[in-house]
């Protein structure tokens, strides 16, 4: 399509729509319009990819994840379909701007944060890949909550991101599957003499399937998103007459990750997580029942893999179909099941491993019950005989009345891997050591990756422009590339040339901020962000004190030769999750104070922006000149907001932790500023018991003070939540280590104010980050899924 035909068939389309000229049009209409014609350029690659995966009788994957973060879609599909340019230009002869357009488009509020994002940067580079694969969610009505703040305190709201449609998405009645909860199941004889199970007194909830194009770049390959919603079956309405009735079916895929610090909110969630888990295998069943294949080629044909325990169900639910409605044996069931599912774990964190209560699931679903303790009782049956019975009851599925749900997912799949170097690493010695001695042949690494044409080309074009001029556009197909920058280090016009980008980003920010928030920010400042979901572990805290310091610093000493800093955070909490909603307040309550205290404001700044999200990010992460990622070592899985950032020039000051350690090893150490424990010297701490916090504060100036600015009314309004926190870190110990790494960090911090100065250093290390960050391409980290897990075949196009 030429700007000319474009610009033609807009106007038509719209008038056929509408029944006025466009130019009468809201942004909203224009949009519509805009994102039908793309549509109808989507789906002639979607029936195609279609046709040539059921021709072909390919094997392909289905991703199961709890969350989904795509962001703004308009820009991407136009990216990967090769019109970003023509409509941009089309839409200027029409006197209309395209970003205008864009951001009339709702950002989908379908996930929450790191683990949202990387399934979707998966979706992307499974499909620009030309990999046959697939996405299963939920599509949540409200996603996770819209974050406001009110007196500094996090209040969260529906984000009623459906109250115009989602644009891309095709609702496909005809693929729906009934999902039954509740009741009795009694397992049966038949005339052949098989069990089979007869179930009572059931609810059965309509799954309907939404579909969304996932669009690889510039390819022609399409594949799906499959998002389920939950509605009352057809020609039941009159068994759900009471109103409480048709809430509770609505409830399922209303909300993200409900509130589960209750009874009510756990079941919902165990609820939403069968719902999909079934739906999705079901779904795939009927595909492959179609194929017209033997049931011992479904893992030839079929991989489904599993972001996070989340879809754990999955593994119960393909062997009751198997075994119930397909009248496999066991045997047959179990290996198929194995050879087919595939594990991500995403934490080391004991406490984050779902555990469910027996008799919730055996109450909510008899039958997977049943099969969970049948494949609980044959891994004892197996695994005592050769390990002992010490090491298999560590590794049961079920005990002390609680289903666990990770050690399902390994004993039910053929590969777990985690997603860093590090985070595999202690996950094998450590974590799941036990399951590393009975199954070491099942894990491996993938790191994780971001998709690179949204974090680069959309999110951050004038870098991109000159990355185009300096090295060319292989880039775009072939991350890898961006190494040729390395060769431009000593090029000043290069150099200058970075910094005048970053510059234009950071006033774009500024703008922002100045419009929504009333600041001011100085330009030539440090941009010092941080970035993710708030968790203790994550250590905003942390960044929080050293804040708190440098205040304090500045009120003693006003003249100090600091360099301005402007310190940017992005954070929802958990709405059950207190302690992070305190530092949530705290960290607002400082910047209130620094702001607006004209001794001080000069030479630090602090922007908290409301109801974080893709969107926002796209903005924020071009304009940062640091990357705080100060999480304790061994606790972060990977991170992908390090990737982001990096990308697009920030450096990096961090901790040994997740990907950090692999960053750190591409960019060299001179281009990376580490601080505080590793995490064999956090191990230490924990294995001897010796760590005293209330030692440090006795003992180290800086902590003194700084602990003691929060009970001392040093930050108004915030008596409450200073006790909380100083409480934390010295009456309870400091759970995750803020007080021993303080020192370094902020000696550090003084180290990265000293290499600010030096403009040309600086900017050399930017170029460093850039040019090290092909290797963290989801591109990359998605190939080596299909050759090493998954076992698929890439379509690759003639180009």
């Known amino acids: 399509m030429n700007i000319e035909q474009f610009v033609t068939l807009y106007k038509k389309r719209f008038i056929d729509v509408y ?387 990770a050690n399902l997912a390994i004993i039910g799949s053929h590969s777990v891997n985690g997603v860093a170097k590090l985070h595999t690493d202690i996950l094998k010695n450590a974590t799941l050591k036990d399951f590393y001695e009975m199954y070491p042949w099942k894990f491996n690494n993938k790191t994780n990756g971001i998709t690179q044409r949204r974090w680069l080309q959309l999110a951050n074009p004038d870098l991109t422009e000159l990355l185009d001029k300096t ?89 100090i030769d600091y360099v301005p800093r402007v310190f940017i955070f992005g954070a929802k909490a958990a709405p059950s999750y207190t302690y992070a909603k305190s530092i949530i307040k705290f960290i607002n309550a400082l910047a209130d104070l620094v702001n607006n205290d004209i001794d001080v404001n000069h030479l630090l700044k602090i922007v908290f922006v409301e109801n974080y999200g893709v969107s926002l990010a796209e903005l924020i992460i071009p304009a940062a000149d640091l990357s705080e990622q100060i999480s304790l070592a061994g606790k972060e899985a990977s991170g992908t907001s390090n990737m982001k950032l990096m990308l697009n020039g920030a450096v990096t000051i961090g901790t040994l932790d997740g990907a950090n350690v692999e960053i750190r090893d591409y960019v060299g150490a001179e281009n990376f500023f580490t601080f505080g424990m590793s995490n064999r010297e956090v191990e230490a701490f924990y294995e001897n018991g010796s760590y005293n916090a209330r030692h440090i504060y006795e003992t180290n100036p800086k902590v003194h003070r700084v602990l003691n600015a929060l009970l001392d009314g040093t930050v108004p309004h915030t008596a409450h939540e200073g006790q909380e926190i100083f409480d934390s870190l010295v009456t309870y110990n400091d759970e995750y280590f803020v007080l021993q790494d303080f020192e370094s960090y902020v000696m550090t911090q003084e180290e990265v104010d000293r290499a600010y100065k030096d403009k040309e250093r600086w900017t050399r290390m930017s170029l460093q980050n850039v040019a090290n960050a092909g290797p963290f391409s989801s591109d990359y980290t998605i190939l080596r899924y299909v050759d090493e897990i998954w076992n698929l075949k890439p379509y690759k196009r003639q180009r």
Not at 310 to 339: F, G, V, Y
Request: aromatic share 10%; with cysteine; charged share 25%.
């Open 19 to 405: 029944a006025y000229d466009y130019t009468q049009g809201s942004n909203v209409e224009q949009l519509y319009i805009l994102s039908d014609i793309v549509k109808s350029i989507i789906n002639e690659n979607w029936v195609k990819t279609n046709q040539r995966y059921e021709k072909n009788k390919q094997k392909q994957v289905y991703y199961f994840s709890m969350e989904f973060l795509p962001g703004r879609m308009l820009k991407n599909n136009l990216l990967n379909l090769g019109l970003l340019k023509t409509v941009e230009k089309g839409l200027q002869d029409l006197n209309l701007n395209l970003d205008d357009l864009a951001k009339a488009e709702v950002d989908p509020a379908l996930g929450n944060g790191g683990l949202g994002r990387l399934a979707s940067c998966f979706m992307d580079s499974i499909a620009s890949t030309g990999s046959p694969g697939h996405g299963c969610g939920i599509r949540y009505r409200y996603g996770l909550f819209k974050q406001k703040f009110v007196d500094g305190y996090q209040v969260e709201l529906p984000e009623n991101w459906l109250r115009n449609g989602n644009l891309w998405e095709v609702r496909k009645e005809n693929k729906s599957v009934i999902v039954r909860f509740g009741g009795r199941v009694n397992l049966v004889p038949n005339h052949q003499g098989q069990l089979e199970p007869q179930y009572e007194d059931t609810l059965n909830i309509l799954a309907v399937p939404y579909d969304v194009a996932q669009v690889g770049y510039q390819n022609g390959v399409v594949n799906n998103l499959r998002l389920w919603s939950a509605e009352i079956p057809y020609g039941e309405e009159e068994h759900f007459n009471l109103e409480k009735e048709r809430e509770e079916i609505k409830k399922i895929t209303e909300v993200l990750y409900p509130d589960d610090s209750n009874y009510d909110g756990q079941l919902l969630r165990l609820k939403q997580e069968y719902f999909f888990s079934s739906a999705g295998v079901q779904s795939i069943v009927r595909y492959f029942k179609h194929l017209n294949l033997p049931w011992r080629a479904f893992p030839d044909k079929i991989a489904i893999h599993i972001n996070d325990t989340h879809p754990t169900l999955c593994i119960p639910e393909l062997m009751r179909i198997l075994l119930d409605e397909e009248h496999l044996s066991w045997e047959q069931a179990w290996e198929i099941t194995k050879n087919t599912i595939s594990y991500t774990n995403h934490t080391i964190l004991q406490e984050a491993m779902e555990r469910w209560s027996c008799d919730m699931v055996e109450t909510l679903l008899p039958r997977i019950y049943q099969i969970i303790l049948e494949i609980n009782r044959r891994h004892f049956e197996k695994k005592t005989a050769i390990y002992g019975i010490e090491l298999t009851t560590r590794t049961a599925i079920v005990l002390d009345g609680q289903i666990k749900m």
């Open 471 to 559: 090295i060319g556009t292989q880039w775009h197909f072939n991350h890898t590339e961006l190494k040729l920058l390395k060769a431009y280090q000593d090029d000043n016009d290069v150099l200058y040339a970075l910094q005048d980008v970053k510059r234009l980003n950071k006033e774009r920010f500024a703008k922002y901020v100045l419009e929504e928030k009333g600041i001011e920010l100085p330009i030539d400042a440090i941009f010092d962000v941080q970035i993710k979901r708030l968790h203790a572990y994550k250590r905003q805290l942390l960044n929080a004190l050293h804040i708190l310091l440098r205040y304090l610093t500045i009120k003693e000493n006003p003249n």
